[in-house]
């Protein structure tokens, strides 16, 4: 980066390189080179920052000091303890920095993956409402029950009252808008089709 490069504002630069270094991607290059590009990115970004955009003694010297902040790396609070790692390897040894965050990465996806599959398995307990499995019973009971026939039904039971656009169940604390009474309706004869008795 030449001279001229002090006469732009940092900002500028700085986020010319983040897109240079970070956002362009990195399709099936080896995590050592994403890394190196990484720490070449900090290197200039931190040159910038602090004056010290062309070769010189002063440009040695804050790269010296980005490379120590970078190999002492200690952040508070300790969901951050990987990046601190990565930080720490960044500063000494800039390949292994970039397979210990590839690891990383593919240790999450794992951990996602896990967690979504898990979450798939398991059926909602409890995901329907009582008001929703009354519906359920008066469908079973009536498949063809029109929205105006069901929402005279629910007004028929114990506890239920329509106040302020909502059908309201008194006993469990529990509402439901009256203008989406129809999709209850559709959602409980689909169920019912399903499992014809």
């Known amino acids: 980066m030449d001279d001229a490069a002090g006469k732009i504002p940092f900002k500028e630069v700085a986020e010319r390189l983040y897109q240079e270094f970070v956002e362009r991607g990195y399709d ?3 995590p050592e080179s994403i ?10 970004r931190e040159r910038i920052r602090r004056g010290a955009s062309s070769t010189s003694v002063h440009q040695d010297a804050v790269d010296y000091k980005t490379l120590e902040a970078l190999k002492n790396a200690q952040m508070d609070d300790s969901q951050f303890v990987e990046s601190e790692a990565i930080f720490r390897r960044l500063g000494t ?8 965050y590839e690891q990383l990465i593919i240790r999450e996806a794992e951990g996602l993956s896990k967690k979504q599959s898990k979450r798939a398995r398991n059926t909602r307990s409890g995901g329907r409402t009582k008001l929703s499995q009354m519906i359920d019973e008066i469908v079973l009971n009536k498949p063809n029950i029109s929205e105006n026939e069901l929402r005279f039904e ?3 039971h114990n506890g239920i ?3 302020d ?9 529990e509402t439901i808008k009256d203008k989406a009474l129809k999709d209850y309706l ?11 008795g």
């Open 28 to 30: 099936g290059e080896p």
């Open 35 to 44: 890394a190196a590009s990484y720490l070449d990115y900090i290197l200039k």
């Open 93 to 100: 040894d800039p390949a292994t920095a970039g397979r210990y």
């Open 154 to 156: 629910l007004l028929g």
């Open 161 to 163: 009252q329509k106040i």
């Open 165 to 173: 656009g909502e059908l309201r169940d008194i006993n469990n604390s």
């Open 186 to 196: 559709y959602r409980a004869k689909k169920r019912n089709s399903r499992y014809p």
